[in-house]
Every structure is written in structure tokens, then in C-alpha cells.
């Protein structure tokens, strides 16, 4: 497997080599593949005998609770000490996406001698001292992979699951148009490294808790169809999660089902949450979302991107996003 940015890896590469105390942080409501690759790395420089601190801001879905090492994640707690060698963040397109503690994020970016800053999203902020960034990649688990093979680490079994379990989620089962020949090729590997294969398809896609189940009924009974058939939208408000006694870790997946309707083109999922609305959006053929999130300050892939927004109703959110979404002749 070749690597695009063989400049970028390398630098990665030596500060790997001659960092001694890392910081790792997945984004803000962490999905399998920023948690994929946080925790491969994380195991990585353990093994290595490097000092690392794993740290996600917000709380997990207990669907991911089958993913080794995870309870090993520092959550919502800040280290003591915020001098680390090295940084390194996963999916974080900007900084604001690390951490809601501006203060305590701040202290440990300034006092950092290296920010290894690793995404695969089209709109990502350069504040690394190395930005790895790659849109044609399908995930920052496939990234984490082609970087142990530049420097031909040991990939554990929990390793080659956690990176599985990654890529597989974000190439929604290998659906997306993100999937390339180097993603099968990379899962191949991963699954012959001992990648548990069977057990993540049987815990991400074979399982529903009752609060995801209640929130997926709502979504359907709230779901409209617009634009001739090509527009599938809905919505889920802060009574809706209280009523049914769920949060937002239970909404995960939901949007991928409105693209099953024969005809629809274009999904969208909104979510009333505690201090802000968030919009996920989908895709399929050629209708390129992300167009449309960077319009409301999000981004993301042409077949999925998503935003979020503290400034307006979910209503007024909803009314104009209906309006962006349009087809062109």
C-alpha cells in the first residue's frame, strides 16, 4: 500500500520515534473511526513505552463498549500535567472540535512540541505542526494503518480490531463511495492480523438497544418526503429524548435508513441537543452534501457530512436547509 503524502508520514513518523509523552484526542461525540484510530495509536506507543494520555471530551455510546482497550479513554478529564512532547488529534477539523474546556485544551496545545493534526475530511483547519490531511482516504483508521506500515510497527489484535471496526463504520460496511481498493485491501490485512470481524459486524449492526430502537421509531414517524421523492428529513427534539428516556449516543445510524427509500436521493437527521442543534446528512448518486454543511458551517464527505449550530432553532435550521437543498438540471 502506497501513501500520498509520503512527507507528511515520514514527519509523523520521527515524532513517533522521538516523542516521549503523547496527548491523543478524539473529536467531540466520538464515532468508532476517531476511536478506531485513538485507540491503535494509543496501544502503539504503549508498547513502545511512551507516556499517553487518550482523551475524548465527551461521554461514550455504550455500543462501543465491545472495542478493546476503550475503557482505558480519559473522558471529559483533563491530565494533570499539560506539558506533553506531542499531541495528536483524530477527525478534529478545527480545535474547537477537541474540547468544550477552550482553557485547559489551549494549555495543552501551547505547551506541545509537536501537533500531529490527522483528518480525512475535505474542510479541516491546518493547526498542526503536521497536517495530515487526506479527503481521498476512506477513514483515519485506513490512515493510522498506512502510517504503522511506513514505520512497520507490530499490529496487535486489538489493534487490527479497533482499525477494522473504523474503517468499517465509516465506509458504512464498505457501502460508501469513500471505499477504495487500498480500503479492501487494507481489511484484508487487518482481518489476517486477527481484526475480529464477526463480533464487530454482530455488535454495530446486528444490535439495537431499546432507547436506539425508540428513537429510530420516532425519527420514522416524524420523517417527511420532499422534493418530489428525492428529499427524506427529520428531526428529533430534546422532548423527544426525554420522553423516551435517550440521549443522543442512541441516535447513531439513524440518518443511513431514510437513504433505503426507493427514490430518495438526499437524507437528513436533526437533533434538538442540550445546547445546540446538529444535522447529519446523506447521500447518494451525485448529489454532494458537504456543498451544503459548509453553507451552515459544517463539512465533511460529498455522501456524508453533517454541522451544528447554537444559533437557531431547529425549525428556522430545518426551513433553510430544505431551501439549499436543491437539483440542478
Known amino acids: 500500500m502506497k501513501n500520498k503524502f509520503t512527507k507528511e508520514v515520514k514527519q509523523i513518523s520521527k515524532v513517533l520515534k522521538t516523542g516521549k509523552s503523547f496527548f491523543i484526542a478524539v473529536h467531540k461525540n466520538p464515532d468508532p473511526d476517531t476511536l478506531g484510530a485513538g485507540l491503535a495509536m494509543a496501544e502503539y506507543l504503549k508498547n513502545k513505552k511512551k507516556k499517553v494520555y487518550l482523551f475524548s471530551d465527551d461521554q461514550l455510546s455504550d455500543k462501543f463498549s465491545f472495542m478493546p482497550n ?3 479513554i480519559n473522558v471529559a478529564k483533563f491530565p494533570k500535567t499539560e506539558k506533553f512532547d506531542v499531541i495528536i488529534t483524530f477527525e478534529c477539523s478545527s480545535k474547537n472540535r477537541i474540547s468544550d474546556n477552550k482553557k485547559n485544551m489551549d494549555n495543552v496545545l501551547k505547551n506541545a512540541k509537536h ?3 490527522i483528518d480525512h475530511h475535505i474542510v479541516c483547519e491546518r493547526y498542526g505542526t503536521v497536517n495530515y490531511i487526506d479527503a481521498n482516504i476512506s477513514s483515519v483508521s485506513e490512515m493510522v494503518f498506512g502510517i504503522f506500515q511506513h ?3 507490530s499490529i496487535t489484535k486489538s489493534m487490527a480490531t479497533n482499525l477494522f471496526t473504523g474503517i468499517s463504520t465509516d465506509t458504512n460496511r464498505f457501502l460508501y463511495q469513500n471505499t477504495s ?3 479492501y485491501e487494507v481489511a ?3 482481518k489476517t492480523l486477527g481484526a475480529d470481524a464477526d463480533k464487530i459486524n454482530t455488535e454495530m449492526y446486528q444490535k439495537r438497544s431499546l432507547e436506539s430502537t425508540r428513537i429510530m421509531a420516532r425519527a420514522l414517524t416524524n420523517l417527511e418526503i420532499l422534493k ?3 428529499l427524506a428529513i427529520s428531526q428529533i427534539t430534546k422532548k423527544d429524548f426525554k420522553e423516551l428516556k435517550a440521549n443522543n449516543n442512541h441516535s447513531e445510524g439513524v440518518v443511513n435508513n431514510f437513504l433505503m ?3 430518495v436521493e438526499v437524507a437528513v437527521f436533526l437533533k434538538e441537543e442540550a445546547k445546540e442543534i446538529s444535522a447529519n446528512l446523506r447521500s447518494k448518486d451525485k ?4 456543498k451544503v454543511a459548509v453553507k451552515f458551517g459544517g463539512g465533511g464527505h460529498k455522501r456524508a457530512s453533517g454541522f451544528k449550530s447554537s444559533h437557531k432553532k431547529l425549525a428556522d435550521i430545518k426551513q433553510k436547509l430544505i431551501k439549499e437543498i436543491k437539483w440542478t438540471k
Not at 448529489?287 to 458537504?290: G, K, L, T, W
Open 181 to 183: 481498493a487500498s480500503t
Open 115 to 117: 501537533i500531529l493534526n
Open 151 to 153: 514505520i512497520k510497527a
Open 228 to 230: 418530489n421523492g428525492k
Open 287 to 290: 448529489f454532494d452534501v458537504s
Open 261 to 263: 427509500i426507493p427514490g
Open 188 to 190: 484484508g490485512k487487518l
Open 70 to 72: 476503550i475503557k482505558k
